[in-house]
Each structure stands twice: as structure tokens, then as C-alpha cells.
């Protein structure tokens, strides 16, 4: 089963508005990955934001997490168009394990 | 730097078959991960290979396996390919074991049509 979950499954918006999406997962975790997947291609890291770290931040975006609630939340202020893609959480439950992603949130950017 | 390569881009084949897909990752990394991808079942992890050696595999038939070179080049099979098999798989490569310090880097994946 997958270890991240991501709310919504969609998200339409416009051009210029900010983006958040959310991750839940189950178990305790070395620490949690954001991807993005631009349709049917291959995944980019985006961003990675260990366990005993609160914020992160990239550019136009920005990683919360919240271990005590197992949750995390991707935020990408004034979206553009070249922003739509889908968008994966996925966590590193140990040093050096396997990544197991969520299921991922499609986010649409309408021009 | 040239990224993660993987071949064929798309492949078509007929049940029962066996296909090999390749995957050169990038220059220096030495860990190669595989994942399936399906609209029903999302992202899977197949397997990872760290200096030659299978580090860990994901809950898969038999009909799935991998090695991987010395040269850090890996390669999947797939063998009495089912309907079900049909996927987008994606190879993954990093710098140390799994994925901890910087992530994964992606190739595009090769597209496996059964039919």
C-alpha cells in the first residue's frame, strides 16, 4: 500500500494564484521528497526536507512538515502555466531505503 | 552532464514474450532504482541496485528481475509478459544508497504496451 497520500487528487487554478498541496503518511521517516511528473515523462525532484527540519524553501516554493501529524504540504506561489503537472510526495522511511511515493495531485494551471 | 538515459522510449509486445529494458544512470552515481507506474496502481518499486548488488526488492512476481553492471548500467526483465505488465517504467539513479541525501534523478521512462 502507499506509504503518502496526497490531497486533493486535482486542483484546477489560475495563472498568478498560489498552489498548496497536502501529504499524510503512516509510518515515521527519515525524510519526505517532492516530485513532479509532466505527462507521461519521467519525475524531477523538487524538493527534500528531512525529519528534523520544519520549512524548506526553493524558489517559488515552499515545504512544510509536520512529524508530529505525519503530514507535509507543498506550496508553489504565483503559478504559472508551466507549472501544471502532477506532483508526488514520497518518503524515505530509513537511511538509505526505498522511496515510496503517494498517489499525487494533478495541478492544472489555467493561463 | 547527460542525465538519466533509458531505452527503448516505447516498446510494444505480445503476451507470453520476455522484453529487457535498459538503463544508464548518471556519470558517478552508483545506485539504480526501478519503479512501474500504472493509473491503477501508481508508483511501485520494483527493485534497487547499489555496486552491483540488489539492495532491495519490492513485492513482485518472479517474471521481474534486474541486475546491474559494472559500469552502473542496469537492466530489467521481463519474462511471459501479461496484459497487466503494460506500464510506464521508470529507472532511478543517485549518488548513495536509496535516496536519502539528494533524491532521485529520473530517466523518461520506457513506455511497455502487451498486447
Known amino acids: 500500500s502507499q506509504q503518502g497520500e496526497e490531497d486533493p487528487q486535482a486542483l484546477s487554478i489560475q495563472e498568478g494564484e498560489n498552489a498548496t498541496m497536502n501529504c499524510s503518511y503512516k509510518?515515521?521517516?527519515?525524510?519526505l521528497q517532492w516530485y513532479r511528473q509532466n505527462s507521461g515523462r519521467g519525475l524531477v525532484h523538487l524538493i527534500l526536507?528531512?525529519?528534523?527540519?520544519r520549512e524548506k524553501h526553493s524558489g517559488r516554493l515552499r515545504v512544510t512538515l509536520d512529524t508530529s501529524k505525519k503530514s507535509s504540504s507543498l506550496l508553489i506561489t504565483a503559478s504559472r502555466a508551466a507549472d501544471t503537472a502532477s506532483y508526488f510526495c514520497?518518503?524515505?522511511?530509513?537511511?538509505?531505503?526505498?522511496?515510496?511515493f503517494g498517489e499525487g495531485t494533478q495541478l492544472t494551471v489555467n493561463p | 552532464k547527460a542525465g538519466v538515459t533509458q531505452t527503448p522510449r516505447y516498446l510494444i509486445k505480445t503476451r507470453g514474450q520476455q522484453v529487457t529494458l535498459s538503463c544508464s544512470p548518471i556519470?558517478?552515481?552508483?545506485?539504480v532504482s526501478w519503479y512501474q507506474q500504472t493509473p491503477g496502481q501508481g508508483l511501485q518499486f520494483l527493485f534497487e541496485?547499489?555496486?552491483?548488488?540488489?539492495?532491495n526488492k519490492g513485492n513482485f512476481p518472479g517474471r521481474f528481475s534486474g541486475r546491474q553492471f559494472s559500469n552502473s548500467r542496469s537492466e530489467m526483465n521481463v519474462s511471459t509478459l501479461e496484459l497487466g505488465d503494460s506500464a510506464l517504467y521508470l529507472c532511478?539513479?543517485?549518488?548513495?544508497?536509496?535516496?536519502?541525501?539528494?533524491?532521485?534523478?529520473f530517466g523518461s521512462g520506457t513506455r511497455l504496451t502487451v498486447v
Open positions: 532511478a539513479s543517485s549518488l548513495s544508497k536509496g535516496a536519502n541525501l539528494y533524491g532521485y534523478t
Open positions: 509510518t515515521s521517516i527519515n525524510n
Open positions: 526536507i528531512r525529519s528534523n527540519e
Open positions: 514520497a518518503t524515505d522511511i530509513t537511511s538509505g531505503s526505498r522511496l515510496t
Open positions: 556519470s558517478g552515481h552508483r545506485s
Open positions: 541496485y547499489f555496486s552491483e548488488t540488489q539492495r
